[in-house]
């Protein structure tokens, strides 16, 4: 046999299935020729009456397998076709399964969906105590279900409650949580579970149920505490959802109509059930959103960028604090730079407060928390700046200053070191020429709150050098961020779409259309928080003083509402005092809209549908991406998706604003635009030229 | 034996124990040093030979604090790093040890200091507690445990303050309260004399904090429980410092008859201090400028219930192997550890029978204007395994301020030892 995804040997009568030998990604996926080796493979260890035992491994280091391959799952193009695929695997993992043998699976590093599913078919499963290992059914992410026996196997190995936490979920576990929940059989170093195999292939099994366990594993047995669960299970998923994703919902219906059926009938419930939601716009969405964001973690020549070993931040407010956590938290020992004492406890202050979050989660031990807060400088001066490769300036948003700051830091560090700004409205371009050698610096744009916000935008000026850009880009993904190459403009690319979005909202609001009804229908959309609610986390007065910089950049059709500036004049800065369209207690949480705004708003009401209020904002956002897209901002409709998803929280089940837009069918958007524009207002509603064009040639934004 | 260069020094903020640094465990006052020093250099971070850190109250946790802060300090980690004791003088010790391997070839570049923090100094289980833990592991039956159990006397939990053991000295049983009780009786110092020495440190102190002098040589430590504070500033001087107040404290050592009270000794204190050290080399290659250059240094030892007048003999010492005289020194650092032991030694020097008595040159009256200029550990108090180095440390910022040359830094150890080292300064 001529396998290439499988590795098979036999030792003693012991057979070892190993995958992953000649894959030159970082990690193994699951495709159709695994599945087909590992069929013929699984069928001669049936035929051979010496075997005594089999053991699954994965010759690759933190990996054992990280799933189906997704481009399989995006190709389906059917429901049937999606459920013939599903039983195909399951035939195999059935096999599995049945043989009359022992058989274990080794696992170190990523273990997830159908490697997990492949796992749990085994008899047994140990595990490396790698940080790296971690065992998880994510399909639910992708808007799908576990396919290949994952929702049969996996209850019945850690009992119903654990496993619908696991499935409805997609949350993964680490080595010692597994074996706790009795999912592993036994913990060990990666180096020893070869080693080790043969002797626990034929051990009995060893995991002790607690008290606990029983309680739970008899609570489900009995068919009203199951009817609890399942209703308890259910609510979780909607309050999470809002029930915008079937998948969780659809995983809950199978698992309760297939609860104590036989394997048979069980499984083709399952694969039905995969069929179904594989090919809902949801899941072909969150398919899409994988793709970007996976297409987003690729560098190439990644080894050969020199990487970031100390930072630097200078300004220690919020956004400097927060990023002086995220360096703390990379091991990047940062400085934090500023020019008292009280503006570097303010940072300080930020990070510890996100580090004690972390502790109180357990995700940090006390220790790791005193040693990283403690691994940030504050300083006075710029001593170190010479040792640091990459300086974030998080100071305050003036030109002037913060040209001034680069002049002068320019003269501390080490000619390798890269210049960064955080400003979120200053021209990069601008800033630029502050510097003698600027070929070192772009902007590097955060969003508030840092530890929270995936995205960072790289923004670019005319004298950047692609050196800088491509470890910039390292950088961030170092720190576990997403990041999106954009060119300077004024917002750069997510405060840019979103300013229409919440200025219309203003404009909304003057017109006479309340603020329930606004939040409501946003949050309808499936926006993670209402416009209004969203301007007071910005804070209103950054929102005016945002809405000015977009008029002066972008002309009359940016034209900026009044409404914000009066609420700034009145006092009324949002969450930050406490006092927006909402009222704020101390720590911070909303409560009721506050009387005062609604002050500012017209007496007379109007009335609007939910779908005329969407439409009045997202169309402005999808008008705009088309200018940036004429404007070459960025280079492709991916971009915009990514960063509005990543950065503002558009709707991942929408697959994006523009996919979104594709999906509704541009002709549509476009006379929807034209419409407003005689209805509403002509400038704020000029249709993009790119938008026509695109109508014109009848194309969309993903064909190009 | 080839020049040692005093570099950089710097220290953290003195506090008194349980106040504002009680939460900083050990390593943590002496990294922030390091890399405020290494900072200020072009030195790569894996040039470094070694960490030499005094201690005395050595944290369980860190069994070896120096190499801890090596690492901390974001040192590479070939760096060897150790801790000394040396009691009272463990800093000091540590910059010898530094001094000895300079001057000898074997390194260029070591950073030498202390840190204390004895607010964290642990209660123990007592000697009946501990046997019960031990009968109890070794109890193998539940019958043998009961029995154990039953043994159990609420006196085993009266625990033994390793603080207090630790300034006790076990050969002549008394503690350094009492040892400097011993002097005052000896030589006849009141207890107004004694509360005017301490009167006169803390003044010197607050001056010297008004005047700003003290900010060069502090670095800034992170603080709280939060560790999102930063102190900057000792809070062991009082500006509200006067005779009447000061005669009010009781005797802490002698009830009944002393005159040593808290108030003209030195509190209870965590802090740390930190020197770089380097060859003529390092400093060539680095392109560094050395605040000073350590000429040598003494260590002695004397009786253990006279261990206050150890700056004597270890001066007499040190002035002796580098062929000086007390008359050159341009300021001395005499570690006021109590204001009794510094007066009974300022009287050793300048009286040729007592000096004779030590066996020591008669050094001669020191001039009160160049001893402890800014203050001593009565008002800034005493954090043990950093004092040796952290007077080095002020005594070098001072003279460069002064652009005076010789110097000389010596503390008594408890035990019954002295050190002193002489330092030149470079900064003209």
């Known amino acids: 046999m001529n396998n290439k995804k499988i590795s098979i040997e036999q030792k003693e009568g012991i057979y070892y299935l190993g995958f992953g030998e000649h894959e030159t990604k970082s990690l193994t996926v699951i495709s159709e020729e695994t599945l087909l080796e590992m069929d013929e493979a699984l069928s001669e260890i049936k035929g051979d009456k010496n075997a005594k035992g089999l053991v699954l491994f994965s010759h690759k280091p933190g990996c054992f397998l990280a799933g189906m391959d997704v481009s399989v799952i995006q190709s389906l193009t059917s429901e049937i076709e999606a459920s013939q695929g599903c039983e195909k695997g399951q035939e195999v993992f059935n096999k599995l399964e049945d043989l009359k043998i022992p058989t274990m699976a080794l696992v170190d590093g990523v273990c997830l969906g159908g490697g997990l599913e492949m796992a749990l078919s085994c008899d047994k499963i140990i595990c490396s105590d790698n940080k790296k290992t971690a065992l998880g059914l994510p399909e639910v992410m992708l808007g799908v279900l576990p396919g290949f026996g994952g929702t049969y196997r996996l209850p019945r190995k850690i009992g119903l409650t654990t496993s619908l936490d696991l499935l409805l979920t997609g949350k993964q576990v680490k080595a010692k949580k597994a074996k706790r929940m009795g999912l592993v059989e036994a913990v060990m170093p990666a180096e020893r579970l070869l080693e080790k195999a043969a002797e626990y292939l034929f051990k009995k099994e060893s995991h002790n149920k607690t008290f606990q366990e029983t309680l739970t594993e008899k609570a489900s047995e009995n068919f009203l505490a199951r009817g609890v669960i399942f209703r308890k299970a259910r609510q979780t998923v909607l309050e999470k959802t809002k029930g915008f994703y079937p998948a969780p919902l659809k995983i809950l219906e199978h698992l309760e109509a297939s609860f104590g059926k036989r394997r048979s009938s069980y499984l083709s419930n399952e694969a039905r059930m995969f069929g179904e939601l594989s090919q809902t716009s949801q899941s072909k969405a969150l398919q899409h959103v994988f793709f970007l964001h996976d297409n987003a973690k690729k560098l190439e020549q990644k080894d050969k960028i020199s990487s970031v070993r100390q930072g630097a931040v200078l300004g220690g407010g919020t956004m400097g604090g927060g990023i002086a956590w995220l360096m703390a938290n990379s091991n990047q020992s940062p400085i934090l730079k500023d020019i008292n004492l009280e503006g570097l406890e303010l940072g300080l202050k930020q990070s510890s407060s996100v580090f004690e979050k972390a502790l109180k989660r357990r995700k940090i031990t006390k220790d790791e928390f005193e040693r990283k807060q403690r691994s940030i400088k504050p300083s006075l001066s710029f001593d170190g700046f010479q040792r640091s490769h990459l300086v974030i300036e998080a100071v305050v948003e003036n030109m002037d200053i913060k040209k001034k700051v680069f002049s002068e830091v320019e003269n501390y560090v080490s000619d390798d070191c890269l210049l960064t700004t955080n400003t979120s409205s200053l021209s990069i371009n601008e800033m630029a020429k502050a510097l003698k050698n600027s070929s070192r610096f772009a902007g590097l744009h955060f969003f508030n709150p840092v530890n929270k916000m995936p995205l960072v935008e790289i923004i670019r000026h005319e004298g950047v050098s692609e050196e800088t850009i491509n470890r910039l880009y390292k950088w961030v993904l170092d720190v576990k961020k997403t990041p999106i190459v954009v060119n300077d403009c004024p917002g750069f690319l997510v405060n840019r779409i979103l300013a229409p979005f919440l200025n219309e909202s203003a404009y909304l609001l003057e017109q006479g259309v309340s603020i329930e009804s606004i939040d409501k229908a946003v949050l309808n959309f499936g926006m993670p928080m209402g416009a209004c609610r969203l301007m007071d986390e910005v804070g209103i007065d950054v929102c005016s003083h945002v809405g000015e910089i977009m008029e002066a950049g972008l002309g009359p059709r940016a034209k900026a509402n009044q409404l914000s500036h009066k609420a700034v004049e009145a006092g009324l800065l949002g969450k930050k005092n406490g006092k927006g369209f909402y009222l704020y207690d101390d720590s911070g949480k909303q409560q009721d809209i506050n009387p005062d705004i609604l002050k500012l708003l017209p007496d007379q009401k109007t009335e609007m549908d939910e779908t005329t209020i969407q439409m009045r904002l997202i169309l402005p956002m999808i008008n705009e991406a088309a200018n940036i897209l004429d404007e070459k901002i960025v280079d492709s409709a991916d971009t915009v998706d990514l960063g509005l998803i990543f950065g503002i929280g558009f709707p991942p089940f929408r697959g994006g604003l523009l996919k979104y837009a594709d999906s509704e069918g541009l002709e549509r958007i476009k006379g929807a635009i034209e419409k407003f524009a005689s209805e509403v207002n002509e400038q704020r509603y000029e249709l993009s030229p790119y938008l026509k064009k695109l109508v014109e040639n009848k194309q969309k934004f993903y064909e190009l | ?428």
């Not at chain 2, 901390?72 to 910059?95: I, Q």
């Not at chain 2, 001094?99 to 260029?108: L, T």
């Open chain 2, 1 to 428: 034996m080839k020049p040692v260069y005093l570099v950089k020094g710097n220290r953290s903020p003195q506090a008194k124990s349980g106040t504002i640094l009680k939460d900083v465990a050990a390593p943590y006052l002496g990294h922030y040093l390091i890399r405020d020093i290494m900072d200020q250099t072009s030195i790569p971070n894996d040039q470094v030979d070694e960490v030499i850190i005094g201690n005395t109250g050595n944290p369980a946790k860190y069994p070896n604090v120096g190499r801890v802060i090596a690492l901390e300090a974001g040192l590479d980690k070939k760096t060897s790093g150790y801790t000394v004791h040396r009691n009272c003088a463990s800093g000091m010790e540590a910059v010898s040890q530094a001094f000895v391997k300079i001057a000898s070839g074997r390194s260029d570049i070591i950073f030498a200091g202390g840190v204390e923090n004895m607010s964290q100094m642990p209660l123990l289980y007592n000697e009946d507690m501990t046997d019960f833990f031990i009968d109890l592991m070794k109890a193998k039956s539940s019958t043998d445990k009961m029995k154990v159990l039953s043994s159990f006397r609420l006196p085993h939990l009266s625990p033994v303050i390793s603080i207090e053991q630790g300034l006790t000295d076990p050969f002549c049983g008394l503690n350094m309260g009492q040892t400097a009780e011993k002097l005052a009786r000896e030589f006849k110092f009141s207890r107004t004399q004694q509360d005017e020495f301490a009167n006169n440190s803390h003044h010197k102190a607050v001056r010297a904090q008004q005047e700003g002098k003290l900010k060069d040589e502090i670095v800034s430590i992170i603080t709280g429980k939060k560790l999102d504070s930063l102190i900057s500033e000792d809070n062991g001087p009082r500006a509200d410092s006067s005779l009447e107040k000061l005669a009010k404290l009781k005797p802490y050592f002698e009830k009944k008859t002393g005159t040593v009270t808290v108030g003209n000794a030195c509190p209870i204190t965590d802090g740390g201090s930190m020197w770089l050290l380097c060859s003529e080399e390092a400093v060539k290659k680095y392109n560094l400028e050395p605040m000073a250059r350590m000429v040598d240094f003494h260590f002695h030892g004397l009786e253990p219930e006279r261990m206050g007048l150890g700056p004597v003999l270890a001066m007499d010492g040190v002035l002796k192997r580098t062929g000086m005289s007390l008359d050159q020194m341009d300021l001395v650092e005499i570690n006021e550890a109590f204001a009794a032991q510094v007066l009974s030694c300022l009287e050793v020097m300048k009286n040729k029978k007592l000096s004779d008595r030590w066996n020591v040159d008669l050094l001669g009256e020191l001039d009160q204007s160049k001893l402890n200029v800014n203050g001593g550990a009565i008002a800034l108090g005493h954090p043990v395994g950093s004092t040796g180095s952290r007077l080095m440390v002020t005594l070098a910022h001072e003279l460069g301020r002064r652009k005076a040359k010789y110097g000389l830094a010596s503390l008594c150890i408890g035990g019954g030892q002295g050190g002193a080292v002489i330092i030149e300064n470079l900064n003209q």
